[in-house]
């Protein structure tokens, strides 16, 4: 009976001493690797800036409404179907005189860029009874508006794929 009673203690001390054992490896194991960790470097866990293109709006001339800035793949429907055709568009609030879009997860292409500032935010750029615009609009490749709205190759630009800064001045 004694000898029972020793076997049993011994094989519950054998135990612990192996769970403890693993327990104080998986310690040692997890120290080590926290302190592999602080050797990178800072910047290898810091994400990079994707490609895009960034668009800066200029000559805004009040805070009332919002800018809407909409790129298109094709001259379909450009400038003035946006809702309708241009693949990506987006839209701010306006503070200041001045506003920026980063339109990110574009192919390399040809594109066109159209800008509103739509001050009744309606989704359209307003006109008078001549079809003349009485919202603020502008155009990329500094397309202007003569007798009727710019077409797609005149405010056609080419993107590579990179980091691109564009800016757009709004007419009123």
């Known amino acids: ?16 001493s192996e769970n403890s054992q693993i327990s104080r490896k ?6 080590c690797l926290a ?6 470097p800072s910047n290898g866990f810091a994400q990079t ?8 709006i200029q000559n805004i ?10 790129i298109f793949e094709s001259g379909e429907g450009f400038p003035n179907k946006f809702l309708q055709f241009a693949p990506k568009i987006m839209i ?15 192919l390399p292409g040809k594109y066109a860029i159209a800008v509103i500032h739509d001050k009744n ?15 603020g609009y502008g155009f990329s490749s500094g397309a202007e508006v003569t ?17 691109l800064q564009l800016s757009i001045a709004l007419s009123y």
Request: glycine fraction near 6%; aromatic fraction near 12%.
């Open 61 to 70: 001339s009040n805070n009332t409404g919002v800018i809407a800035c909409a």
């Open 92 to 106: 701010t609030q306006i503070s200041g005189t001045d506003a920026s879009f980063e339109f990110s997860d574009i």
């Open 49 to 56: 800036k994707c490609p895009a293109i960034n668009v800066k």
């Open 26 to 31: 998986f310690s040692q194991l997890l120290f």
């Open 1 to 16: 009976m004694m000898n029972t009673m020793l076997f049993k203690f011994f094989s519950r001390n054998t135990e612990h």
């Open 121 to 135: 935010r309606n989704g359209e750029l307003d006109t008078n009874f001549l079809g003349i615009p009485t919202e």
């Open 35 to 40: 302190i592999s960790l602080l050797w990178l």
């Open 147 to 163: 007798l009727s709205a710019p077409s797609f190759s005149d405010a056609e630009f080419t993107y590579d794929g990179g980091n």
